[in-house]
T-cell receptor
């Protein structure tokens, strides 16, 4: 089974709105990563948050991590059409385990 | 300059054939991976090499054989292709193992008829 599970599976928002997606995982981690995948492309790394960090920012991205609840969230602020993609969380262990992703559609 | 490149981008073949996918990275990374992404977008690791040594070998049929001739290359050979092998295969690389950022190739879409 997948280590990380994203929620919701799909999200449709208007340009300019914020998009929030969540990731839950099962076992202890050293870090958690978020990736983006545009249609027909490879995954692109967005942000890595370590288990001793609670929040991290990168441009319009904000990631939180709650190790007590084994969950993380990714917030994209002021969304743009170019943010339309699938977003995956990945947790480490002996391997990187990906969730099934959240598909985000940003409507113009 | 492409960081992680894969060839071919598309591969359409008949059941029972043997095919190879090649991957190269020019990032100087010491760890390389093969992932399989199915039609529901689940991404699952298949193999990982660190400095040409196999370090991860998930439950993958032995029809799949990775080969790493050097740190910058990781190829995947598949024998006796089956319908269920149809998927997108991604190569990736990172420095010093799985805990760091991984860089992905553009993927190879394999269709087995």
């Amino acid at each position: 089974s997948q280590q990380g599970e994203e929620d919701p599976q799909a999200l449709s928002i208007q340009e300019g709105e914020n998009a929030t997606m969540n990731c839950s995982y099962k076992t202890s981690i050293n870090n958690l990563q978020w990736y983006r995948q545009n249609s027909g492309r490879g995954l692109v790394h967005l942000i890595l948050i370590r288990s001793n960090e609670r929040e991290k920012h990168s441009g319009r991205l904000r990631v939180t991590l709650d190790t007590s609840k084994k969950s993380s969230s990714l917030l994209i602020t002021a969304s743009r059409a170019a943010d339309t993609a699938s977003y995956f969380c990945a947790t480490d262990g002996y391997k990187l385990s990906f969730g099934a992703g959240t598909t985000v559609t940003v409507r113009a | 300059d492409t960081a992680v490149s894969q060839t071919p981008k598309y591969l359409v073949t008949q059941m029972g054939n043997d095919k190879s996918i090649k991957c190269e990275q020019n990032l100087g990374h010491d760890t390389m991976y093969w992932y399989k992404q199915d039609s529901k977008k689940f991404l699952k690791i298949m193999f990982s090499y660190n400095n040409k040594e196999l370090i991860i070998n998930e439950t993958v049929p032995n029809r799949f054989s990775p080969k790493s001739p050097d740190k910058a290359h990781l190829n995947l050979h598949i024998n006796s292709l089956e319908l269920g092998d149809s998927a997108v295969y991604f190569c990736a690389s990172s420095q010093e193992g799985v805990r760091n950022e991984q860089f992905f190739g553009p993927g190879t879409r394999l269709t087995v008829l």
